[in-house]
T-cell receptor, first 114, second 114 residues
């Protein structure tokens, strides 16, 4: 069965510092991989996704993630944190079959300290 | 604004009651997904419909049911409500049946069962 782990339920960084949010998955075959962001009292918004091709994926708001098959990881990074990045971040996976469900990780709450 | 609309925004009801949550997908999207988000369970996939047919099922209780209508809007029916059903219920939509499709999330319906 697939699963997603996100190391650190809460991460704090200083404004301007590197943001690194970790995501590892377990799956016998590399799945589709997603990062979503949820701002307070809002729905989820896709940051980026990996489906095929280049393993370094660039998303919105300056975020990027790298798919590493050997490490079964899909960590999210941003070179310089901004106050507006404070939110909940979810990593998600989906098997490469048409009708399979999306499995979300438990989420990481990012705080940005001025 | 994702283009996905959900009504109502808030719902307060009593145990044992039945409620209906409504979702209108983005224009052109054929798939609708329902998710439940709670503090103890996190974000859980409930069910997916594609063009009126059920396509994938997740952790949906037997007391819950859903359907997608010819105009592609969807309804999630929750019956015999229990305190533990209190949660945020999200609807998402995507263009096709799945795979690496981006899911666009609505703002959610917050259900409180008293």
């Amino acid at each position: 069965a697939q699963s997603v782990t996100q190391l650190g339920s809460h991460v704090s960084v200083s404004e301007g510092a590197l943001v690194l949010l970790r995501c590892n998955y377990s799956s016998s075959v590399p799945p589709y991989l997603f990062w979503y962001v949820q701002y307070p009292n809002q729905g989820l918004q896709l940051l980026l996704k990996y489906t095929t091709g280049a393993t370094l994926v660039k998303g919105i708001n300056g975020f990027e993630a790298e798919f590493k098959k050997s490490e079964t990881s899909f960590h999210l990074t941003k070179p310089s944190a901004h106050m507006s990045d404070a939110a909940e971040y979810f990593c998600a996976v989906r098997r490469k079959t048409s009708y399979d469900k999306v499995i979300f990780g438990p989420g990481t709450s990012l705080s940005v300290i001025p | 604004d994702s283009g996905v609309t959900q009504t109502p925004k808030h719902l307060i009801t009593a145990t044992g009651q039945r409620v209906t949550l409504r979702c209108s997908p983005r224009s052109g999207d054929l798939s609708v997904y329902w998710y439940q988000q709670s503090l103890d369970q996190g974000l859980q996939f409930l069910i997916q419909y594609y063009n009126g047919e059920e396509r994938a099922k997740g952790n949906i209780l037997e007391r819950f049911s859903a359907q997608q209508f010819p105009d592609l809007h969807s309804e999630l029916n929750l019956s015999s409500l229990e305190l533990g059903d209190s949660a945020l219920y999200f609807c998402a939509s995507s263009v096709t049946r799945g795979g690496g499709d981006t899911q666009y999330f609505g703002p959610g319906t917050r259900l409180t069962v008293l």
